[in-house]
């Protein structure tokens, strides 16, 4: 059983920046990899980015640029940071888990969820 907790998230000014956590208990064995997705209100869950036990990482291109994602591996956090944030960028932010080194975008090729943090920001 794998859990995942969200502490941070918050509400800013559009212009600033904000790194999120996540920090992941349980068994997670071998090799795996997490994600960062977000869904705003009346909106589909949509990727932002994963990344690898192993270090690689995909971001997905509409937020390449201001969104990185990161990790602590001995710790078992994992970290978004996100600079230059703009109104559109609010939403709920889940954390996501899979028991695969294999990076993907598809939110169902998850096993386990956090409960989300919400990140408003203000115009």
């Known amino acids: 059983q794998v859990q995942l907790k969200e502490p941070g998230g918050g509400f800013v000014q559009a212009g600033d920046s904000l790194r999120v956590s996540c920090a992941v208990s349980?068994?997670?064995?071998?090799?795996?990899?997490m994600g960062w997705f977000r869904q705003a209100s009346g909106k589909e869950r949509e990727f932002l980015a994963a990344?690898?036990?192993?270090?690689?990482?995909f971001t997905g291109n509409f937020v390449k640029g201001r969104f990185t994602i990161s990790r602590d591996n001995a710790n078992k956090t994992m970290f978004i940071q996100m600079n230059d944030l703009k109104p559109e960028d609010t939403a709920l932010y889940y954390c996501?888990?899979?028991?695969?080194?294999?990076?993907?975008?598809?939110?169902?090729?998850?096993?386990?969820w956090g409960q989300g943090t919400q990140v408003t920001v203000s115009s």
């Open positions: 349980g068994r997670t064995l071998g090799a795996y990899s």
């Open positions: 996501a888990f899979r028991f695969s080194i294999v990076l993907e975008t598809a939110a169902q090729e998850y096993a386990a």
């Open positions: 990344i690898s036990s192993s270090g690689h990482t």
